[in-house]
C-alpha cells in the first residue's frame, strides 16, 4: 500500500510542472496588462513599473521566478486590490466554501435517498418523475436557471432577495446577521444543489441496482431476512462504497466558487473574483486562482485513486 | 439450411447489419427516444428553415419596434434594436447548434484517433498522450475556457470568426475524456481473439487501428458524441452569456440571454431573455434523453441504469 502510495505520489509531479507551465504560458500570451489599462500613464513610468514588477524579462525567466516565489508562499501582488493576491484570495475563498459545502451535504444526502428508493421501487411513478428530474438537472444551463429563480421569488414573488450576502447597507450582527446570511444562501444553494443532484442520484440508484443483484443478496433473501435489514445493511454497504471515491473529486469544487452562479447573485466569493480580475486583467490574481484550482484538481484526483486503493486491494497491483 | 447456407456467404457483414438493425428496433421502441428525436428534428428545422419563412429581415433596424411585447405580428417581441425576437432566436440556433455539433466532432476526430493509438501503441506513446491528456484535464474546464475567451476577446477577434475559435476550445477541453474512454475501450479490445487474427494475418498498424479497433468502439463513441454535443451546447451558451463566446452581431442562444444583465429588460421584458433559455434547456434535455436511449439500445445490459 505505501509503495503504491508513493508510486501514485510521483507521478502527480510531471501532471503538476505541466499544468504551471501551460497556465503562466497563458497567461503570458495575455497582450496587455494591469498597466496598459490606465490610459494615464506616461510611456516613461509604465516602462519603470514594468521594469519593478519583473515583467520587462524574458518569459522563460518569469516562469522560474515565479516558481521561485511560489515555493516561498508569495504568488504576487493584485494590482487592482493592492493587497497580497494569498491575502485576497483568503479573505472571498471562504464565501464560495460556506455555499458549496452547505451543497455538498444536502446533494449527497438527497441524492443518497432517492437513489437508494428508486432502486428499490424501479418502474414505479416515482421513479419515473425522479428520472425526468434527473434529466432536468443534467440539462439546465446553470445561469438560466439562477436568472429565472430570482425572476420568480425575488422579483415576482418578492420573498427571496436579488442577491448579495447580506442587505444592502445592513448593520445587523449575532445571530439576525446569520439570518440574513442564511436567507441569501437559499436561492444560490437551492439552484447549485439541484444542478449537482442529477448525475448523484444516477449514481446511487444504478449502484444500488447492481448491489441488489449480488449472489450474497440472494443468499440474504434466502435466509429469510427482512427486506429492510437486506437493502440497508447489506447492499448498501456495497452500493456506497465507490462513492466514497466521488468525494475526494469533490475538493476542488469546495473552493473553485460558483463562477457563474457567484455571477448572477453577486455573493462575494472566489468565483466572482475571478471574473472581476479578469476585467481589470489582474492577472496575478487569477493565475494564481487558476493554479490552486489545478492543484487541488490534481490532489484530488490523488486522493481518490488512493481511497480506490484501500477500498478495492485488486487496484494496487496494477 | 438455408439460413446456414447465408451465413456462411457473407457472415461478418449480415451479422453487423443485423445488431445494427436491432439497436435501431430497440430505440425505436423507446417512447421518450421517439419524442425526443421529434423535438431535436423540430429544433433543427426551426433553426435552420425557419428563417427562410420569417416575414423579416435579421438586420432590419426599427427605431419605432424597440423592445415590444410580443404581438401577433412579432409573437416573441422585438429586441433592442428593433429586430424581431423569433427571427433571432432561430438564427441563434444555427449559431449554438453548429458549434455544439461541431466541437463535438472534433473533439470525437482527436479524442478517438489519440486515444486509439495511445491504447494500441502502449509505451512511450501512451505516456505521453495520456500525460498531455492528464494536464488538461487538471485544469478545470470553465475557468480555462474563460481565459482563452478574454485572450480572444484581448486580441479584437472579429465577431464572424469567434465562432470558429469557440468550436476549436471546446474541442481542445473535450478530447481528452474522450481519449481515456477510447484508450480503455482498445486496451480490452486488443486482447480479444479477433484481434489476433489480425496479427497473425499480418494487417498493417494503420488498417488495424482504424478497420479493426476504432469500428468496434462506435457503439459508445455514438452515445459519447450525443452527450458531449450537448454539454458543447452548454458551454457555448454559459461562454457567451458570459460575453467571452459568440459575441454579437452574430446571435447565439447564450448571449440573447445576455439581455438579463439589464435590470429593467430582466424584470419586465422577459420576452428578451426567457425564450433563448428555454431554446436551450429544451435541445439539451432532448439531446440528453436520445444519448441515455442510445446507450440502452446499443449496450442492453445498461437498461434501467
Redesign the interface.
Known amino acids: 500500500m505505501k509503495k503504491y502510495i508513493l508510486r501514485r505520489f510521483i507521478h502527480m509531479i510531471?501532471?503538476l510542472i505541466?499544468?504551471s507551465v501551460?497556465?503562466f504560458y497563458?497567461?503570458a500570451?495575455?497582450?496587455?496588462d494591469y498597466i496598459d489599462s490606465n490610459r494615464q500613464i506616461t510611456a516613461q513610468r509604465a516602462h519603470d513599473l514594468r521594469v519593478l514588477y519583473g515583467l520587462d524579462k524574458p518569459i522563460i525567466m518569469r516562469y522560474f521566478i515565479w516558481v521561485k516565489n511560489a515555493m516561498e508562499g508569495n504568488f504576487g501582488f493584485s494590482l487592482k486590490y493592492l493587497e497580497s493576491v494569498t491575502k485576497l484570495i483568503n479573505q472571498y475563498i471562504w464565501n464560495s466554501f460556506i455555499i458549496a459545502i452547505v451543497t455538498l451535504a444536502l446533494t449527497w444526502s438527497i441524492a443518497l435517498v432517492i437513489g437508494v428508493y428508486t432502486a428499490t421501487k424501479?418502474?414505479s411513478l416515482f421513479d419515473r418523475l425522479v428520472t425526468l428530474g434527473v434529466?432536468?438537472s443534467?440539462?439546465?444551463?446553470?445561469?438560466?436557471l439562477g436568472?429565472?429563480m430570482?425572476?420568480f421569488f425575488g422579483?415576482d414573488l418578492k420573498i427571496l432577495p436579488l442577491g448579495g450576502m447580506i442587505d444592502t447597507g445592513s448593520t445587523s450582527t449575532g445571530l439576525s446577521y446569520v439570518l440574513e446570511v442564511i436567507r441569501h444562501m437559499i436561492l444560490p444553494v437551492g439552484i447549485l444543489t439541484f444542478l449537482s443532484i442529477g448525475s448523484l442520484t444516477?449514481y446511487f440508484?444504478?449502484g444500488m441496482?447492481d448491489a441488489l443483484k449480488l449472489d450474497f443478496i440472494r443468499t440474504a433473501r434466502a435466509k429469510g431476512l427482512k427486506e429492510r435489514t437486506i437493502v440497508f445493511k447489506h447492499a448498501l454497504k456495497n452500493a456506497i462504497l465507490p462513492a466514497i471515491t466521488l468525494l475526494a473529486f469533490e475538493l476542488?469544487g469546495l473552493f473553485?466558487g460558483a463562477?457563474?452562479t457567484e455571477?448572477i447573485f453577486n455573493w462575494p466569493g472566489i468565483g466572482r473574483l475571478?471574473?472581476e480580475a479578469?476585467s481589470f486583467r489582474d492577472y496575478p490574481v487569477?493565475m494564481t486562482?487558476?493554479m490552486l484550482?489545478?492543484f487541488l484538481?490534481?490532489m484530488g484526483?490523488f486522493f481518490a485513486d488512493v481511497l480506490y486503493a484501500v477500498a478495492d486491494p485488486r487496484i494496487r497491483l496494477k | 439450411m438455408l439460413l446456414a447456407n447465408k451465413h456462411k456467404l457473407e457472415p461478418s457483414k449480415k451479422r453487423s447489419e443485423t445488431q445494427w438493425h436491432q439497436a435501431v428496433q430497440r430505440l425505436l421502441k423507446n417512447k421518450l427516444a421517439v419524442i425526443s428525436i421529434g423535438f431535436l428534428v423540430f429544433i433543427l428545422l426551426f433553426s435552420f428553415v425557419g428563417p427562410f419563412l420569417s416575414p423579416y429581415n435579421s438586420n432590419d433596424v426599427e427605431v419605432a419596434l424597440i423592445k415590444n411585447p410580443p404581438s401577433l405580428a412579432h409573437i416573441l417581441g422585438t429586441d433592442d434594436y428593433g429586430r424581431d425576437v423569433l427571427l433571432r432566436l432561430m438564427l441563434a440556433g444555427r449559431i449554438s447548434l453548429t458549434i455544439g455539433i461541431t466541437s463535438m466532432i472534433l473533439s470525437l476526430i482527436l479524442g478517438t484517433i489519440l486515444g486509439a493509438v495511445s491504447g494500441y501503441y502502449g509505451g512511450v506513446i501512451d505516456n505521453i498522450i495520456m500525460r498531455i491528456a492528464d494536464i488538461l484535464m487538471s485544469i478545470p474546464g470553465l475557468p480555462l475556457l474563460i481565459i482563452v475567451g478574454a485572450l480572444l476577446s484581448e486580441l479584437k477577434v472579429s465577431s464572424d470568426y469567434r465562432l470558429y475559435i469557440v468550436m476549436l476550445m471546446l474541442s481542445l477541453v473535450g478530447w481528452p475524456g474522450l481519449a481515456r474512454l477510447i484508450r480503455g475501450q482498445v486496451l480490452s479490445l486488443r486482447e480479444q481473439t479477433f484481434m489476433k487474427a489480425a496479427d497473425v494475418l499480418g494487417l498493417s498498424d494503420r488498417r488495424k487501428i482504424f478497420n479493426h479497433l476504432i469500428p468496434n468502439t462506435f457503439p459508445l463513441l455514438i452515445v459519447v458524441a450525443t452527450l458531449s454535443t450537448a454539454s458543447g451546447i452548454l458551454s457555448e451558451s454559459t461562454l457567451s452569456f458570459l460575453g467571452l463566446g459568440v459575441i454579437p452581431p452574430t446571435p447565439s442562444w447564450g448571449n440573447m440571454i445576455n439581455a438579463a444583465n439589464n435590470l429593467i429588460d430582466f424584470q419586465k421584458r422577459a420576452w428578451l431573455w426567457i425564450p433563448p433559455g428555454m431554446a436551450i434547456f429544451i435541445t439539451v434535455v432532448a439531446i440528453n434523453l436520445l444519448g441515455d436511449a442510445l446507450r440502452d439500445a446499443l449496450d442492453p445490459k445498461m437498461k434501467g441504469r
Open positions: 510531471p501532471t505541466g499544468v501551460i497556465i497563458l497567461f500570451l495575455m497582450p496587455g424501479q418502474h434529466f432536468a443534467l440539462s439546465f444551463p446553470s445561469f438560466f436568472l429565472l430570482i425572476k422579483v444516477r440508484r444504478s441496482i476542488p473553485s463562477i457563474i455571477q475571478q471574473l479578469l487569477l486562482f487558476t484550482l489545478s484538481t490534481i484526483n
